[in-house]
Nanobody, 126 residues
């Protein structure tokens, strides 16, 4: 089982940028499909972005498309999320997730991922 630890969250003004990182250990990182989800207070966890194992494809929620960029460094077992043009509605706890086997149509479903980090808080002020 892979262990995941997120970092990079914080407080930023609207229009600003943050870069989240997720360090993986205890597993073969390159063999996992990876994703970012987020959960705002009182709301369900929602899909943000995913990247296929071996860097084979990237996927984004419509709400972040064009503003966020997901990437992975398999040599360093690290997943990243570059967030630009942040909005107050991006405020949430952001979670890193890993799945050893996912079909494309289920990449956006939290149930597809068996491994989760503890989350990192992102707060965007207006």
């Amino acid at each position: 089982q892979v262990q995941l630890v997120e970092s990079g969250g914080g407080l930023v003004q609207a229009g600003g940028s943050l870069r989240l990182s997720c360090a993986a250990s205890g597993g073969n990182f390159r063999s996992y499909d990876m994703a970012w989800f987020r959960q705002a207070p009182g709301k369900e966890r929602e899909f943000v972005s995913a990247i296929r194992k071996y860097g084979g494809g990237t996927y984004y929620a419509d709400s972040v498309k064009g503003r966020f960029t997901i990437s992975r460094d398999n040599a360093k077992s690290t997943l990243s999320l570059q967030m630009n043009g942040l909005k107050p509605e991006d405020t949430a706890v952001y979670y890193c997730a890993a799945s050893s086997s996912t079909i494309t149509s289920t990449l956006g479903r939290s149930r597809s991922y068996a491994n989760w980090g503890q989350g990192t808080q992102v707060t965007v002020s207006s």
